[in-house]
């Protein structure tokens, strides 16, 4: 398969040479990553006692960055697979983006459950004893069908351009890359047929990875729906989490739109209207978003329940700033900053989505932990600091070893294949002489 | 320049010496907390119980394995015998029925715990003084109203003193604690008495335990009255038998057909990738084959 010599130039900064920036950054995250080892060392060395985790809140940061990584996950499977079905023109750039987030969130959201088990060795009891009526089965299926699904779903996406890098004659790099290109392309020559082949089984998996990531984002909903704890027994908590996954996604998908764009100038090819594309969207997901938040808090507080009530006392004085961040700020401000074109510029986009971004991560907070700290029954004699959860550093460290992770992760991918398709950019060439 | 120098060293020197104080200072000692409590049971058996605690960290935590002993009459110091703390950090000692203890002028019983201490734990004692009491409950229903009445005197120089003006208090036993019913004060004969409510569940056949009690009473310490009575609505507890239900082993269908049909579809759409994948190559192969042949 042939393409543009400048086109694989520009899409390939990384696979040639390797920067001196790229091992500096690289090795940067390693060394957070070691920091986060060495506090799971602790953690298994000592117990959880080391976490801030307790009789009442035992659930802390892990959960809440579990279901942040996996609703990251699923956002990019659900943006990459709408903007595929329905051949939106200027998908092209950005849908490699949101595949890559799909995969990349998926791998490392699982690791945040295997922190807060406390019994590691009995992990394959899972396995050999499941119950389909526990939702933590469900859970266990669902990642896993959905894991199998984005990598077949990756895969596709990725045939063509290890064709061209196979067939192009130009490209400088070892000989086992050269040679893992060509196994990996499947012998793919770009034939009507195979054409035809591959994209029938992109459209098909593209239309099951959207399906797949909302039934198992709700799935993961459910495990907090089901019980009857305060704040977390609701009918919407599926959708709510869906709509609260895709925005969060689409915030994370403008952050690497622009760090992409600045460190492999890739101005020519991710432009202002990308950004206000999908700066558009984060603001219609934005108003869902707000809307279901509203309606959950609505609800709960209308019906007064005794410790619905108490709950929500809580979040509006011990986590008031949190809620109001989380909440307010995090739907509002995203919303003021591209609602108006005057604001609607690159740079402010990208703060608008590192707001959602974060607001998003403290909603999940104030989702588990005010909850775990208003239990039904009370236990006895218990401590200020059994019931309030605080973070320790161990938990802070893994936190950052999980986003170190993603990094380096979306740095390797990089080293490998292009960070934006070359086979959707070569498409959209052909469609513009076309024109 | 020098005369920094000499300030950090003096210092730092200060540092190391005011540390190395705070390691060479001896642990304290852990101030123990006693309690002595007095129990007559249904039986009329009467015991002494004491916990022995310390706090550390504002939480209570037991003195396990301390050798207690107990005493009677404040002024003789009888011992009557020891015990060992449990893992709760008490340890019970049983009054025998004939054991003869003095009493004070107005009928009180003189208790003595004593911890001796160790190494570690400071010495603790501490005494309660009790007045026998008996507690005499009946049950009657007239005119289909049940009623408990309370009878309460104790025995001083012979004659019966009624325990006028104290509060008894009748429990029923739930899943989790005692339910109260109701409170009773007794009025000057030392009786009273209180309507029981009919519409408590028991068990199937409708029994349930009351229990009356001076609790932690200022003159008479623990002293209960239990009987069972047919006097709650007969319930039947169990639940009807399932065998698809959330909490059984096997699921319920619904919930098998559905995860069924959608696992079987997905991974029937997977299927239908992967063979896409293997035509690919198959293709590929081919072509590569009459590339090769055409050569």
């Not at chain 1, 697979?81 to 849908?95: A, D, S």
């Not at chain 1, 802070?396 to 294949?417: D, E, N, P, Q």
């Not at chain 2, 009493?103 to 009180?108: E, H, K, L, R």
């Amino acid at each position: 398969m042939q393409a543009d010599n400048k086109l694989i130039k520009d899409l390939t900064p990384e696979i040639e040479n390797t920067s001196f920036k790229w091992y500096i950054t690289f090795f940067t995250f390693l060394g957070f990553f070691a920091l986060g080892i060495y506090g799971l060392i602790q953690q298994i060395d000592k117990g959880h006692i080391v976490t801030g985790m307790r009789d009442n809140v035992v659930w802390g940061f892990y959960i809440v960055n579990f279901i942040f990584f996996m609703g990251l996950s699923y956002s990019g499977a659900l943006i990459s697979g709408v903007l595929h079905l329905f051949h939106t023109g200027w998908r092209k750039p950005v849908i490699r983006m949101a595949e890559l987030i799909t995969i990349i969130s998926l791998i490392i959201g699982p690791f945040f459950i295997f922190f807060c088990i406390g019994r590691l060795d009995r992990l394959y009891f899972l396995f050999i004893h499941p119950r389909i009526q526990s939702p933590i089965t469900w859970d266990v299926i669902a990642i896993m069908t959905d894991l199998v699904g984005c990598f077949i779903y990756l895969y596709l996406s990725f045939i063509e351009d290890f064709a061209i890098l196979r067939d192009y004659k130009g490209l400088k790099v070892p000989p086992w890359k050269k040679k893992l290109y060509k196994v990996l392309s499947l012998g793919f020559t770009g034939t009507e047929k195979e054409l035809k082949i591959l994209a029938n089984a992109r459209t098909i998996m593209s239309v099951m990875i959207i399906a797949i990531a909302i039934i198992v984002y709700s799935v993961l909903a459910w495990i907090f729906g089901v019980t009857l704890q305060p704040g977390w027994h609701s009918t919407i908590f599926g959708p709510y989490f869906v709509i609260a996954a895709v925005f969060s996604g689409t915030g994370l998908l403008i952050i690497l739109m622009w760090i992409f764009r600045k460190v492999y100038h890739l101005e020519e090819y991710i432009t202002k209207r990308h950004f206000v594309n999908v700066g558009v969207l984060l603001t219609v997901i934005a108003a869902f978003y707000g809307y279901f938040t509203f309606s959950d808090y609505l609800t709960k507080w209308y019906g007064s329940i005794k410790m619905d009530s108490i709950l929500i006392d809580k979040l509006f004085s011990d986590y008031y700033s949190l809620f109001i961040f989380a909440n307010y700020i995090g739907i509002i401000l995203p919303c003021i900053i591209i609602a108006f074109p005057r604001f609607r510029t690159i740079p402010n986009i990208t703060v608008a989505a590192v707001i959602a971004l974060i607001a998003l991560w403290v909603n999940r907070y104030i989702i588990v932990i005010p909850t775990l700290e208003t239990p039904f029954l009370p236990i006895q004699d218990t401590r200020p600091d059994w019931i309030n959860y605080s973070p320790t550093w161990i938990e802070w460290s893994l936190t950052l070893a999980g986003v170190s992770v993603f990094v380096m992760l979306f740095m390797l991918v990089s080293k490998i294949a292009p960070i934006i398709s070359i086979s959707e950019m070569q498409e959209q060439d052909k469609n513009e002489i076309l024109k | 320049m020098k005369k920094n120098i000499s300030f950090t060293i003096l210092l730092i020197s200060s540092l190391f010496l005011i540390a190395s104080d705070l390691y060479s200072q001896d642990k304290a000692l852990i101030s123990p907390y006693i309690q002595l409590q007095y129990f007559k049971n249904t039986d009329d058996n009467r015991v002494l119980k004491t916990t022995l605690t310390y706090s550390l960290n504002r939480m209570e935590l037991p003195l396990a394995g301390m050798e207690i002993a107990f005493y009677s009459d404040g002024e003789n110091n009888d011992l009557l015998g020891t015990g060992i703390t449990d893992d709760k950090g008490a340890v019970k000692f049983e009054l025998a029925d004939d054991l003869k203890i003095a009493t004070s002028n107005d009928g009180m019983w003189t208790f003595n715990t004593v911890f001796k201490g160790n190494d570690t734990i400071e010495a603790a004692s501490t005494e309660i003084a009790v007045k026998d009491v008996t507690l005499v409950v009946t049950y009657t229903e007239p005119d289909s109203i049940k009623t408990i009445t309370v009878k309460s005197y104790s025995l001083i120089a012979g004659k019966e003193v009624p325990a006028a003006g104290e509060p008894v208090i009748i429990y029923l036993p739930r899943m989790f604690s005692l339910l109260q019913i109701g409170e009773i004060t007794l009025d000057d004969n030392g009786t009273g008495s209180l309507e029981f409510p009919g519409d408590l569940p028991g068990d199937k056949e409708g029994n349930i335990n009351v229990i009356t009690r001076f609790e932690e009473n200022a003159n008479f310490g623990n002293v209960e009255k239990q009987k069972l009575l047919k006097w709650g609505l007969p319930t039947d507890y169990s639940l009807p038998t399932t065998h698809r239900a959330l909490w059984t082993k096997t699921a319920p269908k619904w919930m098998i057909y559905t995860l069924s049909v959608l696992l079987t579809g997905v991974w029937g759409h997977y299927l239908f990738a992967i063979i896409s994948l293997i035509r690919i190559r198959i293709n590929a192969k081919r072509k590569e084959e009459e590339d090769n042949y055409g050569k």
